[in-house]
């Protein structure tokens, strides 16, 4: 592994299957007694959060105290931020407390990347979300659910989505979900397509490693996994689609629609879903959909992230007997 995870396309196809491989070795621990590992012991780790989110930062916080890292949060809201503190300032400040590890979300494409490069802290960086440009962890977790799924947990191991149809269905002009999943699916060798209205296909689209539809249904016969991204109205200053109801009928999906798929194909969602325009209730619901696997999943991996970058080498529950018996 690197210094630091900024962004999905930064991975080989091995570091990506190593990844995933210790994160099934992490998903382990869950079925024990005590969910916990002592190879963090000692590691000081900063959850720096300048946007809003709950799935992400209590994923990393759940994945660091199982790891019995020593974990900081620090939220933009209430903070020195909120003066007018820059993130140079941040960053040295949080220099001076000596941490290890800095899991950082940003509204700003490149925040992470800035943070890591500029020599202002001496820590692994972790990009938990940049504005609309990447989010690796989130790539990496939907790419452990779909190998689970489609490959299976043991027969998975060692294994890339060679020749598996992914398709990701909806705002993908401003989703880093989108562009994250799009290099790592890509770099684990599966095929991607990409569909949405035309005005929410961002410009130079067809430089990335997928092709583009504008039609749901031609494309839903064929994909091994669907998943449907979030309208992201937060991020929107104009006026994308003529309605909601629109929207709905022409790229949400429903359980007619997913009759259409093969029977082994999955439904995914990054969540948070909005019930009624990119997927109906019956949809989310059904057994097909992966949602709360991916939350779980999701502890799994970002352990995993947060042991390899922190100097594990050796395969991690192996290592954490052997630090027990100590």
């Given at each position: ?145 779909m190998r689970r799924r489609l490959v299976g947990r043991d027969a998975g191991l060692g294994q890339d ?166």
């Amino acid at each position: 592994m690197q210094r630091h995870l900024i962004s999905a396309a930064d991975l080989t196809r091995d570091d990506a299957v190593h990844v995933l491989d210790t994160a099934e070795e992490m998903a382990r621990v869950a079925d024990r007694p005590i969910k916990k590992l002592p190879t963090l012991r000692g590691r000081t780790i900063v959850n720096l959060f300048f946007e809003d989110s709950t799935r992400t930062r209590i994923s990393f916080e759940a994945a660091e105290k199982r790891l019995s890292a020593d974990v900081i949060n620090f939220t933009a809201k209430g903070s020195s931020v909120s003066k007018g503190e820059s993130l140079k300032d941040t960053a040295q400040t949080l220099e001076a407390m000596g941490v290890d590890a800095v899991v950082i979300r940003h509204g700003a494409s490149g925040a992470p990347y800035r943070l890591a490069t500029s020599g202002w802290i001496d820590a692994a960086v972790i990009n938990a979300g940049d504005g609309t440009h990447q989010h690796p962890t989130q790539a990496l977790l939907d790419a452990f659910t779909m190998r689970r799924r489609l490959v299976g947990r043991d027969a998975g191991l060692g294994q890339d989505l060679s020749g598996r149809r992914i398709t990701l269905v909806g705002d993908v002009l401003h989703s880093r979900v989108a562009r994250s999943n799009v290099d790592l699916l890509h770099t684990l060798g599966a095929q991607v397509t990409l569909v949405a209205p035309p005005t929410l296909v961002p410009v130079g689209v067809e430089t990335w490693p997928c092709e583009v539809s504008y039609d749901l249904d031609s494309t839903l016969p064929k994909s091994d996994a669907v998943m449907m991204l979030r309208v992201q109205r937060e991020r929107m200053n104009a006026a994308f689609f003529p309605t909601e109801r629109e929207y709905s009928r022409r790229y949400g999906l429903d359980g007619e629609r997913m009759a259409r798929m093969p029977e082994h194909a999955i439904v995914m969602h990054p969540g948070p879903m909005v019930r009624g325009m990119e997927i109906t209730a019956e949809v989310a619901d059904s057994d097909r959909c992966t949602v709360v696997e991916q939350v779980t999943n999701g502890v799994s991996i970002r352990m995993a992230v947060l042991y390899l970058l922190l100097g594990g080498n050796e395969p991690a529950v192996a290592h954490a007997r052997t630090t027990e018996e100590k």
